[in-house]
């Protein structure tokens, strides 16, 4: 094998890793809030909602393992309420900065403040490839929460209230509760869809200051994204999303960027208030 052909995959090993890193932080983080660059957090969500949330200043972002720019000198600040679409075709960095502001990988230039705690609290990182466990649906909707507390904001009826919502009921009804031992894998079991959906309504019972996607809707149809993009306007999350393109999500945002994939970027505002 070449030396090209060595450092391809390497690199496409490092990305595999960083999943999988990203996978394993969300199992085993959550619990505990970690704040960056900012010593106290009011409790009102008013006041969260204008504290900024990144602050990036001439950041530039390569492939890891390779001088491959994939995003070059971007100047950004994305703030609370103020939801932000990122486009782009494959490969064209989307991933990469969301792995940069959920802190997986380093910038290779520039500067990163995160003004937000760590945590379903402040934060909810859904894949494309969602998370599942083994466990009861309870236990997929807390995750990754392991018992049931004041961790989220939803009680069972509102829980039911969202199943319905996102037309996920009929999991009651195949299981026989929220707490029903759960005869099957969840990953193997359930269309992606499904498993998309329920990714979601883990997002509206935690309730979080942000959400953050990575097309995370790719398999939903349009009816589904608005409902999603609907409710989190209603719950005041603030959505960072990363599609390969807006044409149902951008009229729920504020600000689209759109990557080239070779360093280039340009930001656009949505003549519209959400």
């Known amino acids: 094998m070449s030396v090209r052909g060595k450092m391809s995959t ?14 394993l932080e969300q199992l085993m983080g959550g619990a505990e809030a970690q704040i960056r660059c900012l010593s106290q957090i009011g409790s009102e969500r008013a006041w969260k909602m204008h504290v900024y949330g990144w602050s990036l200043e001439n950041v530039t972002i390569k492939l890891p393992l390779t001088d491959h720019v994939l995003i070059k000198d971007l100047t950004l600040k994305i703030q609370a309420g103020e939801n932000l679409l990122i486009i782009g075709g494959s490969s064209s960095g989307k991933s990469s900065l969301l792995r940069v502001l959920h802190g997986l990988w380093d910038v290779n230039q520039g500067k990163i403040t995160c003004n937000i705690p760590d945590g379903p609290s402040g934060v909810v990182f859904v ?3 969602p998370v599942f466990i083994s466990g009861c649906l309870r236990e997929q909707i807390i995750y990754p929460f392991k018992v049931m507390g004041n961790e989220g904001t939803a009680s069972d009826e509102n829980i039911l209230e969202l199943l319905h919502l996102l037309d996920l009921e009929i999991l009651l009804f195949q299981l026989g509760g929220l707490d029903a031992v759960v005869p099957w894998n969840w990953l193997d079991t359930l269309s992606e869809s499904e498993l998309q959906r329920l990714s979601f309504l883990r997002v509206f019972y935690h309730h979080p200051l942000f959400s953050v996607t990575d097309e995370a809707t790719c398999t939903l149809s349009p009816r589904y994204e608005e409902i999603i993009m609907q409710k989190c306007c209603d719950l005041n999350i603030t959505n960072i999303t990363a599609a390969r393109s807006g044409i149902t999500l951008s009229k ?3 600000a689209v ?3 080239d994939g070779t360093g280039g970027w340009s930001l656009d505002y949505v003549n ?3």
């Open 272 to 274: 519209h208030k959400l």
């Open 10 to 23: 390497l690199a496409e090993t490092t990305h595999r890793l960083s999943e999988l890193i990203e996978q």
């Open 252 to 254: 729920f945002h504020t």
């Open 127 to 129: 894949p494309q490839k």
């Open 257 to 259: 960027l759109s990557l």
